[in-house]
């Protein structure tokens, strides 16, 4: 069955350093979304992505972070000046158009020290 | 704008007794509703949703949970508790149309003791 991939799967990162984390959806997907969980806290919405741009992003989503689809199965998630409090797991999800069950990734745990 | 709650941070049951998860959902537009599982170091399963029509849905792993519109609930349910049950829950809204992102509860784990 098809899934969704991240990796890596753990990333620890200094603060003020540049981390790219990375996602490969569901090859015939066309809806993308990054998302947070910041330990012992609800998943929160960061960012959604249609036809090669983003089409909603949460408040959390600011100058800092930009996503990419650089290629036909890439989705990445950059954070350029990583914060202490960008710790957390961040998921990655796909859906097919006209269906509304968002397949989620395993996740990517970025520590910030 | 949409909202969900799940009450009961914790919800500790015995092995073979009833699980009864609460949701409640907060939408001035009909919602879409889903419950999505994780388990320790996983990423979040699908367990069952809600769109439209029937109201009771079934689910994987003997889960099924009830829409019920005057209530704005969507509460989980599996008669007979296993060990493997044992995991973190998640309630989530979005609505139809749009890029419909999902709104999550905070999460109730789980816990099912012998």
């Known amino acids: 069955e098809p899934e969704v991939t991240q990796t890596p799967s753990h990333q620890v990162t200094q603060m003020g350093q540049e981390v790219i984390l990375h996602c490969v959806p569901i090859s015939n997907h066309l809806y993308f979304y990054w998302y947070r969980q910041i330990l012992g806290q609800k998943v929160e919405f960061l960012v959604s992505f249609y036809n090669n741009e983003i089409s909603e992003k949460s408040e959390i989503f600011d100058d800092q972070f930009s996503v990419e689809r650089p290629d036909g199965s890439n989705f990445t998630l950059k954070i350029r000046s990583t914060k202490l409090e960008d710790s957390a797991m961040y998921f990655c999800a796909s859906r097919l158009q006209g269906e509304e069950t968002q397949y989620f990734g395993p996740g990517t745990r970025l520590l910030v020290l | 704008a949409q909202s969900v709650t799940q009450l009961g941070s914790h919800v500790s049951v015995s092995e073979g007794a009833l699980v009864l998860l609460r949701c409640n959902y907060s939408s001035s537009v009909p919602p879409y509703l889903f419950w999505y599982v994780q388990y320790p170091n996983q990423g979040l399963q699908l367990l069952l949703k809600y769109t439209t029509g029937a109201t009771l849905v079934k689910g994987i792993n003997g889960f099924e949970a009830e829409f019920k519109k005057s209530e704005t609930s969507f509460h989980l349910t599996k008669p007979s508790a296993h060990m493997s049950d044992a995991a973190e829950y998640f309630c989530?809204?979005?609505?139809?149309?749009?890029?419909?992102?999902?709104?999550f509860g905070a999460g109730t784990r789980l816990a099912v003791h012998p």
């Open positions: 989530a809204v979005t609505r139809s149309g749009g890029y419909n992102k999902l709104i």
